[in-house]
């Protein structure tokens, strides 16, 4: 497509990721003045009035509560997805049948069956599709990788990462899609587990084999009141804290822990890898910062803390160090390397095959809970691989 014609944006579901999608594309034209005029035309919503609340605050032309009626729309380019996970699969396969291209929230999907499905779909419909594992954005995680993938540090032997968050452990959060298998695939391990996933294959390479163990902390959770005004509280059926162990098929180790019931913790997600002379590590708390061990010196032997400007990404937006990229940040840099993709006909990452890969593991995870041992990640699947 041409430079100066205008993409049409369709946003199915506007709850707290679907705003920050529209904030990413009404923002994308100011990170990169190289794209074309970016038009928010049709946001949907689970009803008429959430849908025209959205689209007044977010500033869509139309709205409509039934999805359909945006990937099926000739003004509609772009569909993003940042509804309930069961809702991931159907959307975007009917919007890269329409020749939508499709940029979904992670996880992709409920589980890598579908995944995988979602990926053959865009595939063959030719479109540009993109999951959006945001953190890989974050130039302290794009310099990471580029220290590891240089072999600064070495061959890369073990990986940790934890992601953990406290919100859910409270136990009056009430009931919501988060915690019901059906809709959301898994329950941490869909949340958050999938960026941690994610940030391991980005930065070591293909967990090979896992085993995991989860556990669910607050297993009951409120609804609503009856007509007598008591809570009624329905059971939860996805884990609300997992620990894996993985052997990647490099040879590293990683170690994973992941849990929306840790004390104090708001969105630590935090990695270490150790490769054989060096080691990197990072704290989304503080994304600015990459604490770097290179054993150059053995008078300052230790970590230190580089601050990240545009010595090291391209993605620091005002060109001097120290200034601070936010989560914000790293949706509109999603959205503009989609958007480029679109305008250029060319694939971009992390697209629906990360997607399917990372889900992959989080399957694999879930079944060694349920058997116990080691489990195999995609058995077999070099078939498969083909669209
Ligand atoms: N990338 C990230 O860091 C990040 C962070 C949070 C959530 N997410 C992902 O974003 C997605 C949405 O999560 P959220 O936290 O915004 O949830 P949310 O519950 O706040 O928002 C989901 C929205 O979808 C709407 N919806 C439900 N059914 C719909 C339908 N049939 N048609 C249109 N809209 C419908 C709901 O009304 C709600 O407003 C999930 O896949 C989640 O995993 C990603």
């Known amino acids: 497509m041409s430079r100066r014609e205008s993409l049409g944006v369709g946003l199915v579901g506007a709850g707290a990721m679907g705003r920050v999608h529209a904030m990413a594309y ?28 959205a689209a007044d605050r977010l500033g869509f032309e139309r709205w409509t509560a039934d999805w359909q009626l945006v990937v099926s729309d000739p003004e509609v380019s772009v569909v993003s997805v940042a509804a309930p996970n069961d809702l991931h699969a159907p959307v975007a396969v009917a919007a890269a049948g329409a020749g939508k291209h499709v940029l979904c929230e992670k996880p992709l999907a409920t589980c890598a069956v579908e995944a995988q499905a979602m ?58 899609w988060k915690f019901q298998a059906r809709r959301s695939g898994a329950g941490v391990l869909a949340g958050i587990g999938s960026h941690l996933v994610d940030l391991a294959r980005y930065l070591v390479g293909e967990p090979a084999q896992v085993v995991g163990t989860t556990r669910v902390w607050v297993p009951q959770r409120p609804v609503a009141r009856d007509a007598q005004g008591s809570m009624r509280s329905v059971d939860v059926d996805v884990e609300d804290a997992a620990c894996l162990l993985l052997r990647f098929a490099g040879g590293a180790l990683g170690v994973l822990e992941v849990s929306r019931c840790a004390p104090g913790r708001k969105n630590h997600l935090a990695f270490e890898v150790h490769g054989e002379s060096g080691s990197v590590c990072f704290d989304a708390e503080r994304p600015n910062e990459l604490g770097v061990y290179l054993p150059d010196d053995p008078q300052v032997d230790g970590f230190r803390r580089v601050l990240l400007g545009p010595a090291h990404s391209r993605r620091i937006p005002l060109a001097f160090a120290g200034i601070p990229v936010g989560f914000l940040d790293t949706v509109a840099f999603q959205v503009c390397d989609f958007l480029r993709a679109v305008v250029r006909g060319e694939p971009t990452s992390p697209d629906f095959h990360d997607g399917w890969r990372v889900q992959a593991v989080l399957d694999a995870a879930l079944e060694s809970d349920r058997r116990g041992g080691w489990v195999e990640v995609v058995p077999g699947t070099q078939a498969a691989e083909e669209p």
Not at 35 to 49: F, G, H, I, N, W
């Open 26 to 53: 009404a923002a994308a034209r100011a990170y990169d003045p190289e794209l074309p005029p970016v038009r928010l035309k049709v946001v949907a919503e689970a009803s008429t009035a959430g849908a025209r609340a």
């Open 119 to 176: 990926w053959r779909a865009a595939e063959a419909a030719g479109v540009v599709h993109m999951v959006n594992f945001n953190y890989r954005q974050l130039p302290a995680v794009q310099f990471a990788r580029s220290l590891l993938h240089t072999g600064r540090v070495g061959r890369v032997r073990h990986f940790r990462g934890t992601y953990l968050q406290d919100w859910g452990n409270d136990p009056e959060v009430p009931y919501s």
